[in-house]
């Protein structure tokens, strides 16, 4: 398994701003996924971050949004940017849990909850 | 399309009784599922998972789950509840996609367990 932390774990935004999550793996691990999970519904992964690449980004999320990095194998931020109220979420980080994990599981961290007023 | 689907919004049972959480599939090839579980303001904790093998298979917390290959389902199992219990239950499927392994989520349901 592995430990993740997440800073910070709750904050409360004004539109228009931007702000970074961060997350902490306690292990070298290859590859980071970001989740978001808004009010009362499911985890949709926004992308996935491999270190030194550019992270991969799903449907409906793009980098300009979402900022991604991941300066080395226990470490990545997430940025919201121009955040509107409709970004008010749970941001999770997760990860297999060390290098050559193949069997898929994920691991996650406490989450990011963030309210845009 | 892959997709994973919960059924159920919420399943009610009383404690000491058994509990069923549903969930089907929709993949190809050989599925690997996973179930999590999250508790108010926390993040999510993984439960069990079947890969290959037998087809029931056993995770924390007492739960286990069976693999139904003709019925595409997965579905969450527990002999004997515990007030505890209650929270709300995700089944993952994974999906190969983009170049990476990624695991796609269902819509969760929330178990209540009653005293």
């Known amino acids: 398994s592995a430990v993740i932390s997440q800073k910070p774990s709750r904050d409360i935004c004004q539109r228009g701003t931007s702000l970074t999550i961060q997350c902490q793996v306690d292990s070298q691990v290859t590859m980071m996924f970001w989740y978001r999970q808004q009010p009362g519904q499911s985890l949709t992964l926004i992308a996935t971050a491999n270190q030194g690449s550019e992270a991969t980004y799903e449907s409906g999320f793009v980098i300009d949004k979402f900022p991604i990095s991941r300066p080395n194998l226990t470490f990545s931020t997430l940025t919201v940017s121009n955040m509107s109220p409709e970004d008010s979420s749970i941001y999770l980080c997760?990860?297999?849990?060390?290098?050559?994990?193949?069997?898929?599981?994920?691991?996650f961290g406490e989450g990011s909850r963030l309210t845009v007023l | 399309a892959q997709s994973v689907a919960q059924p159920e919004d919420q399943v009610n049972v009383a404690e000491g009784n058994p509990l069923t959480v549903k969930c089907t599939y929709s993949v190809s090839g050989n599925p690997y599922l996973f179930w999590y579980v999250q508790y108010p303001n926390r993040g999510l904790q993984f439960l069990l998972k079947y890969i290959t093998g037998d087809n029931l298979v056993k995770g924390s917390y007492g739960f286990e789950a069976e693999f139904n290959k003709s019925q595409t389902s997965f579905h969450l199992k527990k002999p004997s509840a515990l007030v505890s219990d209650s929270a709300l239950y995700f089944c993952?499927?994974?999906?190969?996609?983009?170049?990476?392994?990624?695991?796609?989520f269902g819509a969760g349901t929330r178990l209540a367990v009653h005293p």
């Open positions: 993952a499927v994974r999906v190969f996609s983009g170049g990476y392994n990624k695991l796609i």
């Open positions: 997760s990860t297999r849990g060390g290098q050559g994990s193949g069997t898929g599981e994920l691991f």
